[in-house]
């Protein structure tokens, strides 16, 4: 998936036209402007943090929500859900880094999310997967921990939960700089921004 924060539409574009179809972005208002211009077939990503009051905006068009971090939040995308007629594709934050800033659940807030009552009357989302920020550090070796770390919990989950779900399949990791180290621990979808678009 290409991430086009803060890139202008001529590059998107420009993306477009060499036969790229998912975009990401990290703000719901940038997000919104460009999906009004742009063409209709692009599956538009969110991997930003997401206020509950901001979901109204993007549940009419949005492919992919890869930033729950909250069973609060992932009840007022299944209402948004449920009035727009769309079943919303979301991807539940797990919180990997040593670093303190980063959103995210920690390993027993996913189960609970998951076990919860409310959980389960949800019918408007669907949960594809997880997602997930390594610590942003020259340290490969932990980097490559953080990203085995998601990759052992998104088993454990598909395990517990969503065995004979073959729709719980999206293990988001990877950026610019570790992609190659998410693929090689199982990442099935890797958010490039800098590498496709250049610096910010
Ligand atoms: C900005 C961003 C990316 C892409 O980062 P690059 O280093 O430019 O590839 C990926 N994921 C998230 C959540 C981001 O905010």
Same mark, same amino acid.
């Given at each position: 998936?290409?991430?086009?924060?803060?890139?202008? @539409?001529?590059? #998107?574009?420009?993306? $477009?036209?060499? !036969?790229?179809?998912?975009?990401?972005?990290?703000?719901?208002?940038?997000?919104?402007?460009?999906?009004?211009?742009?063409?209709?077939?692009?599956?538009?990503?969110?991997?930003?943090?997401?206020?509950?009051?901001? =979901?109204? $905006?993007?549940?009419?068009?949005?492919?992919?929500?890869?930033?729950?971090?909250?069973?609060?939040?992932?009840?007022?995308? +299944?209402?948004?859900?449920?009035? +727009?007629?769309?079943? *919303?594709?979301?991807?539940?934050?797990?919180?990997?880094?040593?670093?303190?800033?980063?959103?995210?659940?920690?390993?027993?807030?996913? $189960?609970?999310?998951?076990?919860?009552?409310?959980?389960?009357?949800?019918?408007?989302?669907?949960?594809?997967?997880?997602?997930?920020?390594?610590?942003?550090?020259? =340290?490969?070796?932990?980097?490559?921990?953080?990203?085995?770390? #998601?990759?052992? @919990? %998104?088993?454990?989950?598909?395990?517990?939960? %969503?065995?004979?779900?073959?729709?719980?399949?999206? @293990? &988001?990791? !990877?950026?610019?700089?570790?992609?190659? *180290? =998410?693929? =090689?621990?199982? &990442?099935?979808?890797?958010?490039?921004?800098?590498? @496709?678009? !250049? !610096?910010?």
């Amino acid at each position: 998936m290409a991430v086009s924060k803060t890139k202008p @539409i001529s590059l #998107l574009t420009e993306a $477009y036209a060499c !036969g790229q179809r998912d975009f990401g972005e990290n703000k719901v208002q940038e997000l919104c402007e460009k999906q009004a211009l742009m063409p209709e077939d692009i599956r538009w990503h969110l991997i930003g943090h997401l206020q509950s009051n901001k =979901a109204k $905006y993007i549940a009419p068009f949005i492919w992919l929500i890869h930033s729950v971090d909250s069973l609060k939040l992932l009840q007022e995308i +299944n209402k948004q859900g449920e009035k +727009n007629k769309r079943l *919303l594709q979301c991807l539940l934050q797990v919180y990997i880094a040593r670093e303190e800033t980063k959103f995210g659940l920690e390993e027993e807030e996913l $189960y609970a999310l998951l076990r919860s009552e409310e959980y389960k009357n949800l019918a408007h989302v669907k949960i594809r997967g997880l997602m997930g920020m390594a610590s942003n550090t020259e =340290a490969r070796e932990q980097v490559r921990q953080e990203f085995k770390k #998601l990759r052992n @919990i %998104f088993e454990k989950i598909k395990q517990e939960f %969503f065995l004979d779900d073959k729709n719980f399949d999206t @293990i &988001s990791m !990877g950026m610019s700089g570790d992609y190659e *180290l =998410a693929v =090689a621990e199982g &990442s099935t979808m890797i958010r490039v921004g800098s590498s @496709i678009f !250049g !610096g910010r």
